[in-house]
């Protein structure tokens, strides 16, 4: 019979509290990994168990005549209960224990054998199990793990071992989510906003001076604006946090709905700048320490791409992994690879382009299709009528194969448009994201053109998944105006490859780039503002009847308005 091993993030029960995930993973690899999110339509489902992806997960191991005999957890509750808050009622071991047993039963695998690891060494080893690398040094940074902030690794065919740790509540992870909330965006969710925004700002003396109170050139210690903030758990009390922040540098906390105005960018830009400064030195120094050359990357800090971009062009390394799962729930991922490791012998596992998730047939589309009644068309060539539509200037919703594992939209469940011109973004964002216009959209490129397209690309870095921001050429930026941050020309590409789960789409683009002279499509993920990316048939055809978007291509169907 069939082993399989169960990756879990669970989100709950003091095992983290957000973004819960599985991974099923098998002798030949990963048979799947999911966000609980995707099936419950909770956006990062804080503070739920995954109880809906592990279902499924043993419903594929039943289906495969396999069962689960592992449950692997990248969160040790021996760690968690030396945070230096309250002590617990109960001791480590007891905790353990407790926590075994109700994982068991919430899974309803009451033989399988649970395992817990290290936080930060879950996510290491998410992403150096997926780089292909044999060596390296991993970091990983985030809000905190257990106890940490930020942790160095050797990992070889050996194992991983650590060799460095920040411990909380020296915190960047924490600081940039503290800066995105006093910016008035919502922390531990919208990042992302401060992050494209910091382009658009520029210095400001007096606020540099502060900056440098806590940031140097040694290193960085930020627990005078992050310890005042933690209630227990570790829990970021945002209101007190925008109010020392306010008293710290001087402006006051932006609202939601207030306009942004010259010392919001200003700050950005420094969160930012000093952000990519502060990691920049931490990695050099092990760099140097270890002699390593190739670098992984992991944690929450690194779904920062327009960092990742920085530090790909200015650590002194040969090639570089960033886990595209960065954030927790990778740790699904790694837990699971760890777990494995410990009865195998070392090898690396095939992401297939994160598209990871459940797919559906043909069957499945055409009863989500009548039930709204819509009129379709089977195409022979969904390539190449996807790519026409596209020629003539339309706006489409993509859905294809499995979905992809994380926040990126990867060609799987996809809102595709023409890269240019610059309007196309504009009207994306109002009339179907409904987001802030000055937000930049990413791209799906033709492997052929990337080194003459991005700037600094090798292509044995292979960026496939939206998680580095490149410079873009000076003789290509007018050419796509819808896909370049407008303020400092970069994008974020994903390079596609004729291989895969991303070979459909290698097809659309090489057709449109015969029609057109693009190798490029826009890339957004297919969902509203403040959704999940859509996961079924179902929802995909609501999105496309409820929206204002050209065409629906959903496995070998078109609908049209």
């Known amino acids: ?314 650590l002194p390394i040969k090639k570089l992994f960033v886990q595209p799962v960065s954030g927790d729930a990778g740790t699904a991922l790694g837990a699971a690879f760890l777990q494995y490791m410990s009865n195998h012998k070392f090898r690396s596992f095939d992401l297939n382009g994160l598209s990871l998730g459940l797919s559906y047939s043909n069957e499945e589309v055409l009863y989500a299709i009548n039930q709204y009644g819509c009129h379709y068309i089977y195409s022979k060539n969904v390539a190449q009528d996807t790519a026409e539509m596209l020629a003539s200037g339309k706006i489409i919703a993509w859905f294809q194969g499995g979905a992809e594992l994380g926040c990126r939209a990867l060609c799987h469940r996809s809102i595709l448009a023409p890269p240019h011109p610059l309007e196309i973004s504009n009207l994306i964002n109002k009339r179907i994201k409904h987001r802030e216009t000055w937000r930049p959209f990413a791209c799906s490129m033709l492997v052929e053109f990337a080194d003459e397209i991005l700037l600094n690309y090798e292509k044995s870095q292979q960026p496939d998944y939206m998680i580095e921001a490149f410079g873009v050429k000076k003789e290509w930026q007018h050419k796509m105006g819808a896909v370049i941050h407008r303020s400092d020309c970069s994008t974020r590409p994903q390079i596609i490859r004729n291989q895969g789960s991303t070979k459909i789409m290698y097809n659309m683009l090489s057709h449109y780039y015969k029609l057109t002279n693009y190798p490029m499509v826009l890339n957004t993920s297919l969902n509203d503002k403040g959704q999940p990316i859509i996961q079924t048939p179902e929802q995909a055809v609501r999105f496309f009847v409820e929206h204002d978007i050209d065409a629906l291509v959903i496995e070998n169907y078109i609908l049209r308005k």
């Open 1 to 314: 019979m069939k082993e399989f091993i169960l990756g879990l993030n669970p989100g709950s029960y003091g095992l983290n509290y957000h973004d819960p995930s599985v991974c099923l993973l098998g002798e030949n690899g990963i048979v799947l990994a999911i966000e609980e999110e995707r099936l419950n339509g909770i956006r990062h489902s804080c503070g739920m168990f995954p109880e809906k992806s592990v279902e499924m997960c043993r419903k594929y191991a039943d289906q495969m005549g396999g069962v689960i005999k592992s449950i692997a957890i990248g969160h040790q509750p021996q760690l968690w209960s030396k945070r230096s808050l309250p002590e617990k009622s109960v001791s480590s071991i007891d905790m353990r224990m407790i926590l075994s047993a109700k994982v068991k039963s919430l899974c309803s695998l009451s033989n399988a054998k649970v395992s817990f690891f290290e936080h930060h060494k879950a996510h290491a080893a998410s992403a150096f199990y997926c780089s292909n690398f044999s060596e390296a040094l991993c970091i990983v940074m985030d809000g905190a793990g257990e106890t940490a902030s930020a942790s160095a690794w050797i990992a070889n065919s050996k194992g991983l071992q650590k060799i460095d740790e920040i411990a909380m509540p020296n915190s960047l992870g924490y600081f940039y989510a503290q800066a995105t909330s006093f910016l008035g965006f919502v922390p531990w969710s919208e990042e992302g906003k401060l992050m494209a925004l910091a382009p658009y700002g520029e210095i400001d003396t007096d606020l540099e001076e502060i900056f440098r109170t806590f940031f140097y050139d040694e290193g960085y210690d930020l627990s005078s604006v992050v310890q005042p903030c933690l209630s227990e758990g570790y829990l970021l009390n945002a209101e007190i946090s925008n109010s020392l922040f306010q008293d710290k540098f001087k402006f006051e906390h932006r609202n939601t709905t207030s306009e942004i105005l010259n010392i919001h960018r200003s700050f950005a830009f420094l969160v930012q700048l000093y952000t990519e400064k502060a990691v920049e030195s931490y990695i050099r120094h092990l760099l140097q320490m270890t002699n390593q050359t190739c670098l992984c990357a992991a944690g929450g800090l690194f779904m920062n791409c327009k960092m990742n971009g920085y530090l790909r062009d200015n």
